[in-house]
C-alpha cells in the first residue's frame, strides 16, 4: 500500500472514517475493501454536509480525492453511489480528516496554477530520469564495445 491510499475497510454501517491527511497534499485515492461496488461508481465529494459536491468516477474499487479539496483543513465528506437504469443510491459515506499546516508559500497559488507547477516539476524529473537512463545504456554500450576489442585482440595474438 502506498502513503497516498486512503484505504477504507468493510465493517458493519454506512459511515467510514480514513486516517489523517496533511493540507495542501494531493494524489491521495480512496480504495474500499470488501465492499460490494460494480466495476464504475461515483463517488461525490464535499466539504462541508450541505450544498454541492463534486463528482468523481471511481474504477475498481478506487477513487481520487480531488486535490483542490484538501487547500483547506477540516474535513472532506465522500459519498459513494451506485446508479443502474432504474435507481441511483448512496451506499456509504466516508470522511477524511484534514490536519492543518503553514502554507507552503506566502501566496498560495490556485489549485490550478499549482497544477501547472506540479505538472513542470514532473515533468523536468521525467526529464532527469530519462537522461540518467541514456547516460547508464550509453555507459554499457561502451563497455560492451570495450570488452569486444579485448576478445578480438586476444584472438588475433594467437
Given at each position: 500500500?502506498?502513503?497516498?491510499?486512503?484505504?477504507?475497510?468493510?465493517?458493519?454501517?454506512?459511515?467510514?472514517r480514513t486516517k489523517s491527511i496533511w493540507?495542501?497534499?494531493?494524489?491521495?485515492?480512496?480504495r474500499f475493501d470488501g465492499f460490494d461496488l460494480p466495476d464504475t461508481f461515483q463517488v461525490h465529494f464535499a466539504r462541508s454536509l450541505?450544498?454541492?459536491?463534486?463528482?468523481?468516477?471511481?474504477?475498481d474499487s478506487v477513487c481520487e480525492v480531488p486535490a483542490e479539496y484538501t487547500q483547506n483543513n477540516g474535513t472532506i465528506y465522500a459519498w459513494v453511489?451506485?446508479?443502474d437504469e432504474e435507481t441511483g443510491l448512496t451506499k456509504h459515506a466516508v470522511e477524511i480528516p484534514v490536519k492543518s499546516r503553514g502554507a507552503i508559500?506566502?501566496?498560495e497559488p490556485a489549485p490550478e496554477e499549482r497544477s501547472i507547477i506540479d505538472q513542470a516539476i514532473i515533468a523536468l524529473n521525467a526529464g532527469v530520469a530519462a537522461a540518467e537512463e541514456a547516460a547508464e545504456r550509453a555507459e554499457n554500450v561502451v563497455l560492451d564495445?570495450?570488452?569486444t576489442v579485448?576478445?578480438?585482440?586476444?584472438?588475433?595474438?594467437?
Amino acid at each position: 500500500m502506498n502513503e497516498k491510499e486512503l484505504v477504507v475497510l468493510k465493517t458493519a454501517g454506512l459511515l467510514y472514517r480514513t486516517k489523517s491527511i496533511w493540507q495542501y497534499d494531493i494524489g491521495h485515492t480512496l480504495r474500499f475493501d470488501g465492499f460490494d461496488l460494480p466495476d464504475t461508481f461515483q463517488v461525490h465529494f464535499a466539504r462541508s454536509l450541505e450544498g454541492e459536491s463534486k463528482t468523481q468516477i471511481g474504477q475498481d474499487s478506487v477513487c481520487e480525492v480531488p486535490a483542490e479539496y484538501t487547500q483547506n483543513n477540516g474535513t472532506i465528506y465522500a459519498w459513494v453511489y451506485v446508479a443502474d437504469e432504474e435507481t441511483g443510491l448512496t451506499k456509504h459515506a466516508v470522511e477524511i480528516p484534514v490536519k492543518s499546516r503553514g502554507a507552503i508559500t506566502d501566496q498560495e497559488p490556485a489549485p490550478e496554477e499549482r497544477s501547472i507547477i506540479d505538472q513542470a516539476i514532473i515533468a523536468l524529473n521525467a526529464g532527469v530520469a530519462a537522461a540518467e537512463e541514456a547516460a547508464e545504456r550509453a555507459e554499457n554500450v561502451v563497455l560492451d564495445n570495450t570488452a569486444t576489442v579485448i576478445e578480438t585482440k586476444s584472438y588475433l595474438s594467437i
